[in-house]
C-alpha cells in the first residue's frame, strides 16, 4: 500500500517532476527490492522438477511427501490441506510455526522420521480444534514436554509408540482434552504420570498402551482412581514389573472383571521374582508363585464396585467401598437394609467386614436385599465420602429360567419325524404271510371248488369295489354291506349266467370219471340257483353301497 500511494503522489496531476522529492525516491527503492507476493497454487504442487519438493503428490484435499529426503517440513503447502503425510523423512526438529495457515488440516503423519524435539508452537495457528490425528510414531523423542501439545485442544488420537522415551512430565497431556486413544508402546518408560489422567480432564479416554516399557512398579493408589473407562483400555503388558501381590491382585482383579487389556493378551502378562530378568514368569499361568497372598482382604483401591448387584441365595457376596480417602487415619462402617450399623469385624455371623472397608454377605437370603450404604470417615482431614449399593438376592425358583417354546425346532422335528414315516411306508412293506394250512376231511367237492377258484384267480385278477355273493352253505346271499378291495376270479358268462366247466377245473387240469360226474352235477344245481337269483331280482336292480 506504501509503494502503491508513493506512485500515485509521484505521478499526481499527470505531471511528472523534474526532481521528485528524496523520500519518493528511498520509498520506491525499497518496494522494488520486497519480495512478491507468492501464488495462490503452491509452488510445491506445481514443481516437477528433480528438487526434494517436486515429487510430492497433490491430489484434492491430499498432500503425501513420503520418503522424498525432506529435512524440514515445507514451507510453500496449500491452505486447503486436509491429510499431510511427510513420514519416511529425515526431518529432525518442528519449528515454531511449521504449519501455519493450513486451517483444514486434520491428520498429520510424521512417522519413521528423525524427530528429537518439537519446539513451542510448532502446531500453532494450524486447524487446533480440527486436527484428531497425529502420528509421532518411530522417531527419536526422547521425552514429552508440557507444551508439545498445548495448541492440539481437538486431537483424538496421538500415536508416540516406537521411540526413545524415557519421561512423560506431569503435564504433557494436559491440553488434549478430546483424546481418545494414546499408544506410547515400546519406548523406555519406567514411570508414566497416571495422576494426571482425571475424569474432568479426560472426559473420552478409553485407550491408553503403556505395554511394552520398563515399568517396574505401579502406583495403585493412582490407578485406583483413573476413570472406569481408562482401566478398562489401560494396557501394561511386556513390562518389567516386580512380582508383588498388590500387583498380582490387581491383574486378577481385572481378568475377573473380563477387561480386554488383561484377556486377550494374558500370556504377555509377566513379572520378575526378586526383580531379577531372568526370574521372568507368566503369572497367570503359573500363579503358585502368588498362593500366599490374600487376595480378600487386600486393599478396596483395586476394587470396584457396580451400584446395582445381584447374587444367588445362599451364596457369598462381597461389597467393596471404593473412596479416595487412603491413610491410616481413614475409617470405615456399613448401614444394612435393616438399618443395622455394620463395623469390623462384622456381627451376627451373617455378615464380615473387613479392614480395608469391604462388607461380605455369608450366604446371601431373601432379607439380605435392598440398599447397603457404606462411609468411609478421615478423622484427621475432616473429610468423609459416601457410597450406596444395591443388592438384589435371586431365589433359586427364579434363577433358573424357564426354557421357552421353541416353533422353528418342533416344527423341524415333525417334519422329520414325516418324512420317516413316508419313507418306512414306501420301502418298508410288511412281509407276506405264509399260506394257512388246509383244514383236514375237506371234501373232495371242496378241493375241486379251491382248485377251480385258485385256477380261474392265476388266469387274472380285478380290483373291484363291491365285494361278490357269498358262495359258502346252502343259503348263499349277495352280500351288500361291505366295502372291501379283493381280487375276483373271473368266469365265463352267456347270456347272463354262469357256464359250467366242460370236464376240467382249469388250463393243464383234468378230472376223473367220478369227479366229473361229481362236478357235472354240482354245475346243474348252481345253474339251477342262478336261474332262481335272475327270475327274482330280473326287473329290480342290485344297488350295492
Known amino acids: 500500500m506504501l509503494c502503491v500511494a508513493a506512485n500515485s503522489g509521484f505521478l499526481q496531476g499527470g505531471v511528472v517532476p523534474a526532481s521528485p522529492s528524496w523520500w519518493s525516491v528511498i520509498l520506491l527503492l525499497v518496494c522494488l527490492q520486497l519480495p512478491r507476493p507468492s501464488p495462490v497454487q503452491a509452488t510445491i504442487c506445481l514443481s516437477q522438477g528433480p528438487s526434494q519438493s517436486g515429487s510430492c503428490l497433490c491430489a484434492s484435499d491430499i498432500l503425501s511427501c513420503t520418503a522424498v529426503g525432506l529435512e524440514r517440513v515445507p514451507g510453500d503447502m496449500p491452505v486447503s490441506t486436509v491429510t499431510l503425510d511427510l513420514s519416511h523423512n529425515g526431518i529432525e526438529q518442528l519449528e515454531g510455526g511449521s504449519f501455519e495457515g493450513l486451517y483444514r488440516l486434520e491428520t498429520l503423519r510424521l512417522a519413521h522420521n528423525k524427530l528429537t524435539a518439537i519446539h513451542q508452537g510448532a502446531f500453532r495457528n494450524t486447524s487446533g480444534t480440527l486436527l484428531r490425528h497425529l502420528d509421532l510414531s518411530s522417531n527419536q523423542l526422547r521425552v514429552l514436554e508440557q507444551h508439545y501439545f498445548l495448541d492440539l485442544p481437538g486431537l483424538e488420537e496421538l500415536l508416540l509408540f516406537n521411540n526413545r522415551i524415557v519421561h512423560v512430565e506431569s503435564r504433557a497431556l494436559d491440553g488434549l482434552g478430546s483424546l481418545r486413544k494414546a499408544y506410547l508402546s515400546h519406548n523406555r518408560l519406567t514411570d508414566f504420570p497416571f495422576f494426571s489422567i482425571q475424569e474432568h480432564s479426560h472426559p473420552y479416554l478409553s485407550m491408553l498402551d503403556l505395554s511394552s516399557n520398563r515399568l517396574p512398579k505401579l502406583?495403585?493408589?493412582?490407578?485406583?482412581?483413573?476413570?472406569?473407562?481408562?482401566?478398562?483400555?489401560?494396557?501394561?503388558?511386556?513390562?518389567?514389573?516386580?512380582?508383588?501381590?498388590?500387583?498380582?491382585?490387581?491383574?486378577?482383579?481385572?481378568?475377573?472383571?473380563?477387561?480386554?487389556s488383561v484377556t486377550d493378551f494374558r500370556q504377555e502378562?509377566?513379572?520378575?521374582?526378586?526383580?531379577?530378568?531372568?526370574?521372568?514368569?507368566?503369572?497367570?499361568?503359573?500363579?503358585?508363585?502368588?498362593?500366599?497372598?490374600?487376595?480378600?482382604?487386600?486393599?478396596?483401591?483395586?476394587?470396584?464396585?457396580?451400584?446395582s448387584v445381584s447374587v444367588k441365595a445362599g451364596t457369598a457376596l462381597l461389597l467393596h467401598c471404593v473412596t479416595t480417602l487412603t491413610g491410616q487415619h481413614v475409617t470405615f462402617f456399613w448401614v444394612s437394609p435393616n438399618q443395622e450399623y455394620v463395623a469390623p469385624p462384622g456381627n451376627n455371623g451373617s455378615l464380615k467386614m473387613y479392614t480395608n472397608g469391604s462388607l461380605e454377605i455369608v450366604a446371601a437370603g431373601a432379607d439380605d436385599s435392598g440398599i447397603y450404604w457404606c462411609m468411609a470417615l478421615d478423622e484427621q482431614q475432616q473429610r468423609n465420602e459416601t457410597?450406596?449399593?444395591?443388592?438384589?438376592?435371586?431365589?433359586?425358583?427364579?434363577?433358573?429360567?424357564?426354557?421357552?417354546?421353541?416353533?422353528?425346532?418342533?416344527?423341524?422335528?415333525?417334519?422329520?419325524?414325516?418324512?420317516?414315516?413316508?419313507?418306512?411306508?414306501?420301502?418298508?412293506?410288511?412281509?407276506?404271510?405264509?399260506?394257512?394250512?388246509?383244514?383236514?376231511?375237506?371234501?373232495?367237492?371242496?378241493?375241486?371248488?379251491?382248485?377251480?377258484?385258485?385256477?380261474?384267480?392265476?388266469q387274472s385278477s380285478i380290483l373291484t369295489p363291491t365285494p361278490p355273493a357269498t358262495t359258502e352253505g346252502p343259503g348263499r346271499k349277495v352280500s351288500t354291506n361291505k366295502h372291501v378291495v379283493f381280487l375276483e376270479p373271473i368266469k365265463e358268462q352267456q347270456n347272463g349266467r354262469l357256464r359250467a366247466g366242460q370236464g376240467h377245473l382249469g388250463p393243464g387240469l383234468l378230472l376223473g370219471a367220478e369227479q366229473h360226474s361229481k362236478f357235472h352235477s354240482q354245475s346243474q344245481q348252481r345253474a339251477a340257483e342262478t336261474d332262481s337269483i335272475m327270475s327274482v331280482f330280473s326287473d329290480t336292480p342290485i344297488m350295492l353301497p
Open 387 to 458: 457410597r450406596e449399593v444395591n443388592v438384589t438376592v435371586v431365589l433359586h425358583h427364579d434363577s433358573e429360567p424357564h426354557e421357552s417354546f421353541n416353533t422353528g425346532f418342533t416344527t423341524l422335528l415333525g417334519c422329520v419325524v414325516s418324512l420317516v414315516l413316508v419313507l418306512m411306508y414306501l420301502y418298508l412293506t410288511p412281509c407276506r404271510c405264509p399260506p394257512c394250512p388246509k383244514a383236514p376231511g375237506h371234501s373232495t367237492a371242496t378241493l375241486s371248488q379251491g382248485n377251480e377258484a385258485g385256477a380261474a384267480s392265476a
Open 219 to 260: 502406583p495403585l493408589e493412582d490407578i485406583s482412581n483413573l476413570p472406569s473407562s481408562v482401566k478398562r483400555g489401560l494396557y501394561l503388558h511386556n513390562n518389567s514389573l516386580v512380582c508383588e501381590c498388590s500387583m498380582y491382585g490387581l491383574f486378577r482383579y481385572w481378568e475377573q472383571r473380563n477387561f480386554t
Open 269 to 307: 502378562h509377566t513379572c520378575l521374582v526378586y526383580g531379577k530378568q531372568k526370574g521372568t514368569v507368566r503369572f497367570f499361568k503359573h500363579s503358585r508363585y502368588f498362593e500366599k497372598c490374600n487376595l480378600t482382604a487386600m486393599s478396596g483401591l483395586l476394587m470396584e464396585q457396580d451400584s
